[in-house]
């Protein structure tokens, strides 16, 4: 005489199933989570380097500008032309960007009446002067307010690096470029743009 019901075997097998199943779909879940957290953080840091980039192309194109106008100016002709010709692209040649972000910060000293300048009243600044609460005083701030750091925060550590490349010099017939930010360079999560 049969009985209604499950056997011993039977329940463990089937528990055994189940538990199984409920692993893979855990599994399959957290790595999704993940990925889209993933997806999501690269997303923003996208943005913040586009942000940037797009900062820093303004800011040296209206400087350069700024310096072009200026050395058609008799007092101060002599003095925009070194500035583009003896500073800014010897030090683009040395890789000296913290300098040239510098710049950027603040211009010449020697060239007080620059025609567009200033971009952020009351300072000379082409850059903005602060932004997600951070003061723009050099490359690391700069890139702490653009939040390309190693928690994706202001306080965090800059991971980016930034050449900001040299302006037209047609006496020399040096070509500009465009600034480059390479966040995290060397790692698989290498963005450069």
Not at 28 to 54: D, E, G, R
């Amino acid at each position: 005489m049969k009985t209604k019901g499950f056997t011993l075997v039977e329940l463990v097998v089937a528990c055994t199933l189940l538990i199984m199943l409920s692993t893979i779909a855990t599994t399959s879940t957290f790595n999704f989570v993940q990925a889209t957290a993933n997806l999501k953080a690269q997303y923003n840091n996208i943005q913040n380097i586009m942000a940037l980039h797009s900062a820093l192309v303004q800011a040296k194109m209206h400087y350069a500008t700024d310096l072009a106008l200026e050395s058609t100016n008799p007092s101060f002709a002599g003095e925009a032309k070194n500035e583009i010709q003896n500073v800014w692209n010897i030090w683009a040649q040395q890789n000296d960007n913290s300098g040239l972000i510098a710049r950027l910060i603040t211009p010449d000293p020697a060239l007080t009446d620059l025609p567009l300048a200033p971009l952020n009243p009351p300072s000379r600044s082409y850059l903005p002067t602060s932004r997600n609460g951070v003061q723009i005083t050099d490359m690391n701030t700069l890139l702490k307010a653009f939040q390309l750091t190693d928690n994706g925060t202001p306080t965090g550590n800059p991971v980016a690096t930034i050449s900001v490349g040299p302006m037209l010099d047609v006496t020399s017939g040096m070509r500009p470029t465009l600034p480059i930010i390479d966040w995290r360079s060397g790692t698989p999560q290498e963005i450069q743009f």
